[in-house]
């Protein structure tokens, strides 16, 4: 056998087979969608060759651990320690069977073949950072929202004119990325104007490795040449103050030349806590406007849209129950939907009123009284050993920090409060140290896989907790 070249096609499969489904029980495969274009390209002894359409999204692989995850799922699944190397693979606009493959340190000819022509124009209707599930045409508005609706609409059309810079903020799962993404789809549809779409954290990311790699002026370049700049979650720039001093340069560039600029966040600007009072100007220079939970009938249209999609449907007392008792956000009402779905089809029986009804208020309760940060710190605290009072002292050893900063986690994820009000709750913190112990939580979550099953303890007895 020849060791020099194997074929290692069927593990790559089940890999990304594999992964793809981690993210979806993570309720994260919108995150999977846009950033695992990776495609496998060639293999030999101990090695896979796989591409990516751009030197950022290669980037990406690498600041956001999928390279790790894919190594590790690949060691999982073939007891072979295979290393991974990504290339940079650009699609010619010609349709031609050879095209430019770019390297760090050089560029070589590489053979591709595609199975068909129209696959590529596909493949070219699609931004590679941007889910193109996220449209105007599948965004459900309403007169509460009308506004925040059109304001995107008209952002998208005139690029840069009256709407500019356009901010919308309001609680988590309101669609306030849908929207955004929307503005960056359409856009790329009509336009060729270079769109940029990254998230606050990533950004920081980002500019933190620029520092590190001595690569800050390829950063200020790449952001400066951009025609429409999406930035999701800007409250996560909080306390940041060296990516606020370049997001504000960056934000005067842009808005000098008439450029796009469009963020999202959590609250008002005027309630974000350790952000430069410039910076937060321009962010309020333009349109800030809120999003809010549509009514019921709006959120039965949803529902309907949503089956639509699916190309199946509900009968009208099942919507009617999902949309009366699924008020939160529109995340969860989603969530619900696809839960539901997923139970008919994996039963394959008569699927009942009173099923439905069991589901909803077994997973999406809505009768139980909402999860408390009281109850929260209080199992935690019993769960580590520790007094309740500990959760909001100002003590700082490691044996009451660590569980402080689970008990974070625990209530960002659990609850609808946001960051400032959590920190409120544990003896006035400030939101930054919140947000800090939560990404401290996320990190050990990414570390080390047998403390997911500590927080799903710990999730259970609150859970338990409040219904007693």
Not at 166 to 188: C, R
Not at 237 to 264: C, D, M, S
Not at 276 to 290: A, V, W
Request: one cysteine or more; glycine letters at 4%.
């Amino acid at each position: 056998m020849n060791m020099s070249s194997i074929d290692y096609t069927p593990f790559w499969d089940e890999c990304l087979k594999q992964i793809h489904q981690e993210f979806i029980e993570d309720e994260k495969e919108s995150e999977f969608k846009m950033w695992f274009n990776i495609s496998y390209v060639s293999s030999h002894e101990n090695k896979i060759t796989a591409s990516v359409p751009s030197s950022y999204m290669n980037d990406q692989m690498e600041i956001r651990g999928y390279k790790k995850l894919i190594k590790e799922k690949l060691l999982e699944i073939s007891g072979l320690d295979l290393d991974l190397e990504i290339i940079v693979i650009k699609k010619n606009k010609t349709a031609s069977s050879s095209i430019e493959t770019e390297t760090s340190e050089t560029k070589v000819e590489t053979k591709h073949s595609f199975e068909t022509a129209s696959k590529e124009d596909e493949e070219k209707k699609h931004h590679p950072l941007l889910n193109p599930m996220y449209t105007f045409e599948n965004f459900v508005s309403s007169d509460e929202n009308e506004f925040v609706y059109n304001a995107c609409l008209a952002s998208a059309k005139n690029p840069g004119k009256g709407y500019n810079p356009l901010l919308i903020y309001g609680g988590v799962g309101l669609g306030k990325t849908h929207l955004m993404q929307a503005i960056g789809n359409e856009l790329y549809k009509t336009s060729n104007l270079k769109i940029i779409y990254i998230s606050a954290e990533n950004f920081t990311n980002e500019f933190i490795h620029s520092l590190q790699s001595k690569t800050q002026s390829q950063f200020k370049m790449k952001y400066r040449k951009a025609d429409v700049l999406l930035i999701d979650d800007i409250h996560f720039f909080q306390g940041k103050e060296g990516t606020q001093e370049e997001l504000f340069h960056i934000f005067n560039a842009l808005y000098e030349n008439n450029k796009q600029l469009v963020f999202t966040c959590d609250r008002p600007v005027s309630e974000l806590k350790s952000m430069t009072e410039r910076l937060r100007s321009r962010f309020q220079r333009g349109i800030n406007t809120d999003i809010h939970m549509p009514k019921y009938e709006i959120r039965c249209a949803i529902i309907e849209h949503k089956m639509k999609l699916m190309g199946k449907t509900l009968p009208s007392e099942i919507v009617d129950l999902i949309a009366q008792n699924i008020q939160t956000n529109i995340r969860d009402l989603e969530a619900c939907l696809n839960t539901i779905v997923s139970y008919a089809e994996l039963t394959k029986g008569p699927f009942t009123t009173e099923l439905a009804k069991k589901i909803i208020f077994n997973t999406f309760t809505q009768e139980a009284s909402p999860v408390s940060i009281e109850a929260i710190q209080k199992v935690v605290a019993e769960y580590f050993n520790l007094n309740y009072s500990d959760m909001k002292s100002k003590k700082r050893p490691k044996n009451i920090s660590f569980p402080r900063q689970v008990a974070f986690y625990l209530a960002s994820e659990m609850t609808e409060y946001s960051t400032t009000e959590i920190g409120q709750e544990f003896g006035g913190r400030d939101h930054s140290t919140v947000m800090h112990g939560c990404q401290k939580i996320v990190d050990k979550l990414n570390s080390d896989a047998s403390f997911e099953e500590t927080i799903q303890i710990l999730m259970k007895k609150i859970k338990e907790f409040k219904k007693e």
